[in-house]
């Protein structure tokens, strides 16, 4: 089993639409997660952090299970900008471990 | 603002050579990380350190050498390039959360 598994999509979304990401982790002794944005062959780059309590920043929302084991990103009103791939990643000890990323096409 | 920068930012190697990625932060980071990702995949990691003098294998560590003399630096080596190895790589920086990326080394063994 993967240790972050994700729905790698694509999701195909019209301008306007909420979109929501799915990811699971198989290792409880994560502590810190993220949301990372990869545009097509570039770096990834931090879109934020994942806290128990539920995070917002603008149209973005994060929420993390710990119980289920599960880490969701929500976004509202896509922007044709948002399109991208959206990686889910786990803090494990010292070492960063990506899922494989979900893929969003947000279209006109 | 440099942030964290990889040179080459692309290379063609033929079977068997070597060569070195260079990557290298200017943040003071302890912890840094090396990173392949092949197409429509996701990343995997090659190599990670916590800090100057500490290196420790990740998920794909063979055919790879890393070395951690300072703080900045962080080279990747790798040794007898193969096929296999063609791939994007990523090295990244991070204070404790938060990573931030190089901008990638393309690389291609034929």
New interface residues.
Partial sequence: RKEVEQDPGPFNVPEGATVAFNCTYSNSASQSFFWYRQDCRKEPKLLMSVYSSGNEDGRFTAQLNRASQYISLLIRDSKLSDSATYLCVALYGNKLVFGAGTILRVKS | NAGVTQTPKFRILKIGQSMTLQCTQDMNHN?M?W?RQDPG?????IY?S?GAGIT?K?EVPNGYNVSRSTTEDFPLRLELAAPSQTS?Y?C?S?PS????????TRLTVV
């Fill in positions: 912890y990380y990173y995949m996701g990343l995997k990691l990670y916590v420790d990740g994007v990523f990244a991070t959360v938060g990573a931030f990326f190089g901008q990638g």
